[in-house]
């Protein structure tokens, strides 16, 4: 029996699957393991379950001297809060969770577009505050969704997934930005530079994953090269994007408005965002639902049950 730590809350079901075979401590608190704790729970736990946030950098490895942990199982596609090389270098294992949350974020994805562009939460700020006299014909006018183009920065199964929705349910044109072409099964053009892409489409959405190649891929050059009347939705990760180019260009009115899941430095977001009624603002909700936050726990789970068991991990990184 292994000793395996579960950095945050999980659904229930993740905490039993783990405890019918090994001995699952779960720590109560929702914010993210601190420099200290993390260091501790390498030399004191066989593997760990970490979630975004818990930022294993090989400076916490070097300071935890002799590491017992041997696996991070991750809780999320994502894994730039892990330095994957200093963790192989010491004979630490990493795995994620990709698949199980495409359609969650993709769901995301389009209520972020559509609230945007249909002034949804204006709307609703309005009512709640007592504000709405009755219905007018030109109150809060928003932009048509059906049968405008959109542009996906980053074509993996995220981007496909918004994609079909965008294609098949709103009848709207695909182009997308990618490194290479992509097979899809749905008609979409590529467009070979970010400006080319963020000039011709309606909406610009970003689902590309986090690190240090990506930092700050989305700038003043890409909003600068958006049409006026052009919206960007971002349900990838926050410091993909200069936070501070993005509330310019919206202040600057270079762009119509933004849909934004993930921040540069979240939890904090900037006072600025918060002031603008043009930019829909959610607290990172993009595979927030039971089925999701379920099936990425299993999938972690299931890492963990079979390393420890000698078997092949599922998905690693």
């Known amino acids: 029996m292994k000793k395996v730590l579960v950095t945050?809350?999980?659904p229930e079901a993740v905490i039993s699957a783990l405890s019918k075979v090994h001995k699952v401590a779960v720590r109560d608190d929702t914010r993210p393991m601190g420099r200290d704790e993390m260091v501790a729970a390498l030399t004191r736990f066989d593997a760990i379950l970490p979630t975004?946030?818990?930022r294993f950098s090989a400076d916490v490895f070097a300071a935890a001297g002799e590491i017992r942990a041997r696996l991070l199982a991750n809780f999320g596609v994502g894994y730039n809060h892990i330095d994957v090389a200093a963790a192989r270098a010491l004979g630490i294992m990493v795995t994620n969770t990709p698949g199980v949350l495409t359609d969650a974020t993709a769901d995301l994805a389009l209520t972020l577009l559509l609230a945007t562009a249909r002034r949804a939460g204006?709307?609703?700020r309005l009512l709640r505050a007592g504000g709405w006299t009755g219905w007018h014909p030109t109150q809060l006018?928003?932009?048509h969704v059906t049968g405008k183009t959109v542009g996906i920065v980053g074509m993996g199964r995220i981007g496909q997934a918004i994609a079909r929705r965008?294609?098949?349910?709103?009848a709207m044109?695909?182009?997308?930005?990618?490194?290479?072409?992509?097979?899809?099964?749905?008609p979409a053009r590529r467009e070979t530079s970010l400006a080319a892409l963020a000039g011709s489409v309606d909406f610009v959405v970003l689902a590309v994953p986090g690190g240090a190649?990506?930092?700050?891929?989305?700038?003043?050059?890409?909003?600068a090269a958006m049409k006026p009347t052009g919206i960007f939705i971002n349900i990838a990760r926050g410091d993909v994007v200069d936070e501070a180019a993005l509330i310019a260009a919206l202040a600057a009115g270079e762009i119509a408005g933004a849909g934004l899941d993930v921040y540069e430095f979240e939890p904090r977001v900037p006072d600025a965002l918060k002031a603008m009624e043009n930019v829909t603002l959610l607290p990172h909700l993009g595979s927030a639902t039971l089925e999701t936050r379920t099936a990425m726990g299993m999938l972690a789970a299931d890492n963990i049950l079979a390393f420890f068991a000698g078997k092949p991990l599922l998905t690693p990184v």
Request: glycine share 12%; hydrophobic share 40%; with cysteine.
């Open 52 to 54: 975004i946030g818990d």
């Open 213 to 223: 190649e990506t930092r700050h891929m989305i700038g003043a050059d890409t909003f």
């Open 141 to 143: 006018l928003g932009t």
């Open 8 to 10: 945050r809350p999980l």
């Open 166 to 170: 965008c294609h098949f349910g709103f």
């Open 173 to 186: 044109e695909v182009a997308y930005f990618n490194r290479s072409e992509k097979a899809l099964a749905f």
């Open 122 to 124: 204006e709307g609703e």
